[in-house]
């Protein structure tokens, strides 16, 4: 069986049936956040839309982000506040706007964080903070949903082996970047997005 390649990295699909310019800001984000994290962890999860949502779909992930970003910001300062070691998060991120044979959009997401600042995803039903319910939290912020715990727990996927750890020092750290690279090119994928209707389909950090 033939293997499909963009810049020698093994990819999912055809190239003909990628996103081009996806795929290269894929590699490039990717490749940034392994130069400012020596030590870095990737979450890939979803975000989807309540059933028989009627608010801003345009905005959302824009705000879901925002969100985030503040409640990271808040560990750290809480952290510096107490005298502990500050851990940079060093937030990276890609995400994808998908659908499939349904009228609800959804989000494919990929986060990149320095691993001595997280060091696991977290359970969303936990009675303690962690990077999942921060997640959810952010989320239900987007959507202005008035229960985090009872309106968000549904909305949020956690992809089946959705994490990726990357130390430079590891000796398959090749083998463990071109296998992240191959499950991220899914995210470049034309054959679910919706063009041509002003929405965005495709976002990174800069």
Not at 168 to 192: C, G, I, P, Q, V
Request: glycine share 4%; hydrophobic share 35%.
């Amino acid at each position: 069986m033939s293997k499909f390649e963009y810049q020698k990295l093994e990819i999912l699909f055809a190239l003909s049936e990628c996103n081009e310019h996806y795929l290269s800001r894929i590699k490039i984000t990717v490749d940034q956040s392994l130069k400012r994290s020596k030590r870095l962890v990737a979450f890939r999860f979803d975000l989807r839309f309540p059933a028989n949502y009627q608010g801003d779909t345009e905005k959302v992930i824009t705000k879901f982000f925002d969100s985030f970003k503040a409640k990271l910001k808040a560990i750290e300062k809480r952290q510096f506040r107490l005298g502990k070691r500050v851990y940079k998060s060093n937030l990276t991120y890609i995400w994808v706007r998908e659908r499939y044979n349904s009228n609800n959009d959804h989000f494919h997401v990929v986060i990149m964080l320095n691993k001595d600042a997280f060091h696991s995803f977290g359970k969303l039903n936990s009675v303690n903070p962690n990077l999942a319910t921060r997640i959810m939290a952010s989320w239900a912020s987007a959507l202005s949903l008035k229960d985090t715990n009872k309106d968000a727990r549904g909305l949020i996927h956690q992809a089946k082996n959705g994490m990726y750890v990357f130390n430079e020092k590891d000796d398959n750290y090749s083998e463990k970047y071109e296998a992240f690279f191959k499950r991220l090119s899914y995210f470049a994928k034309d054959r679910t997005k919706v063009y041509g209707t002003g929405r965005r389909s495709f976002g990174c950090s800069r």
